[in-house]
């Protein structure tokens, strides 16, 4: 009884503080105005309506100033005082009567637009650098929906709760803090979400910014290359309040990926963001952003409420998702070496104007920082100058210039346990039907998956251990809190060697997490040990051969121990994958992988010594054995061809053959990022890929001792890097050179191989490999240089048609070029279309040596984007 009085009472208590505002937002033609926003100006808030219209914000008793805001509307602002109840307060906003400047209509002159846009992009950098700090509190939802799927993923997906109805849905509410230039500290206090997915970071929706020369790899309409990217159309100027605003139309020159359309709105004299209406696409994925801005304190313009809708199609899986994030309780610190007013001037449009400046104060004298002060005129010239020089500065006095972004991500232990009351206070726009539907379905499911990680009876069989079947389709099983096993399921091919071989594998695993006690939300140290065996039987030569890999992983540090009894491509890199080979085999008879066996026991050791410098080593003792063909199996005989020997052939030897015999090969090397550029992520650094060229150097020798039949020495040195040419291209080139100091005693296994390729596909790196050279025909042990240059175009040739470049396909040109005793200054050329169907790429490529025609070539690979995501 106690315990209901008291509830009672405190539910009173809360009415009576509880009042606010409420009420439903319409357009001039009587429809709901969906997802308008509502600012509050006392508590610096954004709020904003749901589907219908309709919107309720509590606040405490006070008088407040709301301002009513959606594009294509005037906004509309209403004073009115706040009591213990709720004030219904219907609006109905007016079409935006827009005024075009009469200068649009002069035949000759240029747009306003772009006069408009170089002020405005000549402020951008002054924005990103106005504000030292603030403070704010961000909510965010965000709902997804499979609306098709392949018929083929059909019972797998409804197996796991997936199906075309459901609607997968998660909030969060965090306290976020910008200190500048590059900090960003985050705690989520309050988190909605179904199952495991707990990935409610806003910081792609808050911390991006359009003042930024790209956003999400996205060009910015207020970049300093935007020019060179979009066409501005100016559409008329209105007002908000006391404030003129410009609409400017955004066009890509080239439409695509990764550059914007649609509309951006300015206001004018700040020269800042007021909203912006823009779609762009990624990979086939569209994605429409809508965001609202207002002048926080009346000292700068940030985003209150921002909307995004992304939808597309890929493979099959068709998707939407809708996300809203609404920002309150901004507290902004102003960067007090920046003034705060001054006018713009554009010395492109406005000559005389600027000429009366430059005269007028080069006669007083006055320094350009003095007239910042004062507040008088500028030059776009004099303002982008004064930023850059403010930044150098600056980065001068940083502890850690090559930190380009820092974030803290904390998630308050309570996070998961706020209640409804909390939530119906926080949420800007009451939950849908078909949103409390989705979480019901998401609660439902996520007991179910609790219950089955708990071992009750709704636990699928196939979890319950080990099945017969497992052997031939492989399994993992969790044989303890951080241990697994698993049985991977069978591969194998078919080669002249050893027919049809199968490969079989087994791995335990192990973790180790250690947590740091002074500070828990940083990063864990985790280590890992990987057990694995791995049998192969070859079905012609009758023979088991096998090897055991242990691997250790820990932050940085990776050790590896290998030996037994394989079979390896004389070019340790592999350039032919087996099922590659098996196909070309079988139906084209020709045998282009070279096998040779050995014995042998491997020792590696990599070791990340700093952020910079990374250095390995590698020590194997092997018996190695020469290997011959023992099938001459073919799937279609052609008359005129027959299988080659399983001896590679040479320029330099005149036999490949060898005796079998013993070898002590060590290696050490090193790479070098002395550039590199860092992301700190609760005080763990991640390198910023492409930031740094790397350095590469090696040093490979072979030992007399234990028995060795080898003895040489050499050395190669390379760089890596990637250069960008904003979205127009980007440049991978790659250089290395080597040379053998002594080569008194070799094996052909030993020579510097080259990754060449005689197949129609290309399953190897884009850049280091070639796509017409012969396998080992110059392979050497002397010196030798290659050189590998790949340009990434966005717009060339049938990329210039906008439909292909929107299925998201580019062109590109490559050069390889080999030096070696006998490649005659080998060189290829070569085009290519990346990126067919999102996954393929089809090259044309021709060989050429002194000069002189030597082959042409088509290839199919694995789209390069894709390689690059996989070895990242």
């Not at 070279?594 to 092997?622: G, M």
Request: charged share 25%.
């Amino acid at each position: 009884m106690k315990w209901t009085c008291f509830l009672a009472a405190w539910l009173l208590a809360f009415n009576a503080l509880g009042g606010g505002v409420r009420g439903t937002i319409k357009g001039d033609d009587g429809n709901p105005l969906a997802f308008a926003t509502i600012y509050v100006r006392q508590t610096e808030s954004g709020s904003v309506s749901d589907p219908q219209g309709k919107y309720e914000i509590t606040l405490p008793p006070g008088r407040y100033d709301l301002v009513y805001h959606f594009l294509g509307y005037e906004t509309f602002s209403r004073s009115l005082d706040i009591g213990s109840e709720f004030v219904t307060v219907d609006v109905t906003l007016k079409s935006q009567v827009i005024q075009l400047q009469a200068v649009t209509v002069k035949a000759g002159k240029e747009d306003p637009a772009y006069t408009i846009m170089r002020k405005a992009i000549a402020k951008a950098k002054y924005h990103t650098q106005q504000i030292d700090k603030y403070t704010a509190k961000v909510y965010i939802k965000g709902k997804g929906q499979l609306k098709d799927y392949p018929w083929l993923a059909k019972k797998a997906l409804e197996k796991e709760g997936i199906t075309k109805d459901r609607v997968f849905i998660q909030e969060s509410v965090s306290e976020i803090t910008y200190t500048r230039p590059n900090k960003f500290d985050e705690k989520v206090i309050a988190v909605y979400t179904n199952g495991n997915n707990r990935n409610t970071s806003p910081n792609a929706y808050v911390f991006g910014s359009l003042y930024e020369p790209e956003i999400a790899e996205t060009v910015s309409p207020l970049s300093p290359k935007a020019f060179s990217y979009y066409r501005f159309t100016y559409e008329g100027t209105f007002k908000d309040r006391t404030y003129d605003i410009s609409k400017i139309k955004v066009t890509p020159r080239s439409r695509g990926d990764n550059v914007f359309d649609g509309t951006i709105y300015i206001v004018e004299d700040w020269w800042s963001i007021h909203s912006t209406d823009l779609n762009v696409t990624k990979l086939g994925i569209k994605f429409h952003v809508k965001q609202i801005y207002n002048p926080i304190e009346d000292k700068a313009w940030l985003p209150v409420s921002q909307q995004f809708e992304v939808g597309g199609k890929i493979f099959g899986f068709e998707f939407v998702a809708e996300y809203l994030a609404t920002v309150k309780d901004y507290k902004i610190t102003l960067n007090p070496a920046l003034p705060l007013e001054m006018t713009v001037i554009d010395e492109t449009v406005q000559k005389e104007q600027a000429k009366e400046i430059q005269k007028k104060y080069s006669k007083k004298g006055q320094q350009l920082q003095d007239r910042l002060a004062e507040g008088k005129e500028v030059t776009r010239k004099e303002l982008n100058q004064m930023v850059r020089e403010y930044e150098k500065e600056e980065r001068k006095e940083q502890k850690e210039p090559e930190v380009i972004e820092e974030t803290t991500y904390k998630v308050d232990s309570m996070a998961y346990k706020k209640d409804s009351l909390f939530w119906a206070e926080m949420r800007p726009v009451q939950l849908t039907q078909e949103e409390v539907r989705g979480y019901k379905v998401n609660d439902s499911i996520s007991e179910v998956q609790r219950r089955r990680d708990e071992g009750d009876s709704l636990k699928p069989s196939k979890s319950k251990g080990f099945q017969p079947w497992d052997l031939l389709i492989g399994d993992t099983y969790h044989v303890g809190k951080m241990s697994d096993f698993q049985i991977h399921f069978p591969n194998g091919g078919f080669n002249t060697v050893e027919g049809w071989n199968l490969i079989y594998k087994m791995s335990f695993y192990q973790r180790w997490v250690k947590r740091d006690t002074a500070n828990p939300d940083a990063r864990p140290r985790t280590s890992r040990l990987e057990v694995t065996p791995v049998l192969r039987y070859a079905f012609s030569r009758k023979v088991l051969t096998g090897i055991v890999r242990v691997d250790f992983r820990r932050q940085g540090h990776r050790f590896t121990l290998e030996g037994g009894r394989y079979v390896h491509q004389y070019n340790h890199d592999e350039p032919i994958h087996h099922i590659v080979n098996s196909i070309t085999t079988l139906f084209l008879e020709d045998n282009l992988m070279k096998l040779y066996e050995r014995n042998y026991v491997d020792f590696k050791w990599r070791d990340r010594i700093s952020q910079y410098f990374t250095a390995y080593t590698q020590w194997t003792w092997s018996r190695r054995s020469e290997l011959t063909n023992s099938s001459d199996i073919t799937w279609i005989d052609y008359k005129e061809k027959e299988y080659t020997p399983n001896a590679p052939v040479n320029q330099e030897l005149p036999t490949t053959s060898f005796q079998t015999h013993h070898a002590f090969v060590g290696l050490i090397g090193f790479e070098a990022r002395p550039w590199q550029k860092f992301r700190v992520r609760n005080g763990n650094r991640q390198r910023v890929s492409n930031s740094s060229p790397v350095f590469m150097a090696e040093f490979r020798r072979g030992f007399g001792a234990l028995d060795s039949d080898v003895s040489y020495e050499m050395l190669e040195l390379g760089i890596r890097h990637q250069l960008k040419f904003g979205i127009r291209g980007t440049l991978d080139l790659l250089v290395k050179g080597g040379t053998f100091f002594s080569n008194r005693q070799m094996y052909f296994m030993d020579y510097k191989h080259f990754l060449g390729n005689l197949t129609p596909f290309v399953t190897t790196d884009p850049v280091g490999s070639y796509r017409l050279l012969d396998y080992y025909a110059f392979s050497t042990r002397d010196k030798y240089a290659t050189v590998n240059a790949h340009y990434h175009l966005r717009k060339f040739l049938v990329t210039r048609i906008p439909y292909v470049r929107l299925a998201g396909i580019t062109e590109n040109l490559f050069v390889n070029y080999l030096a070696s005793p006998t490649s005659n200054n080998y060189v290829e050329l070569g085009y290519g279309l990346e990126g067919i169907l999102r996954l393929f790429r089809l090259e044309f490529a021709a060989s050429f040596q002194q000069g002189n025609y030597l082959a042409t070539g088509f290839r199919i690979g694995i789209a390069s984007s894709l390689v690059n995501a996989f070895d990242d």
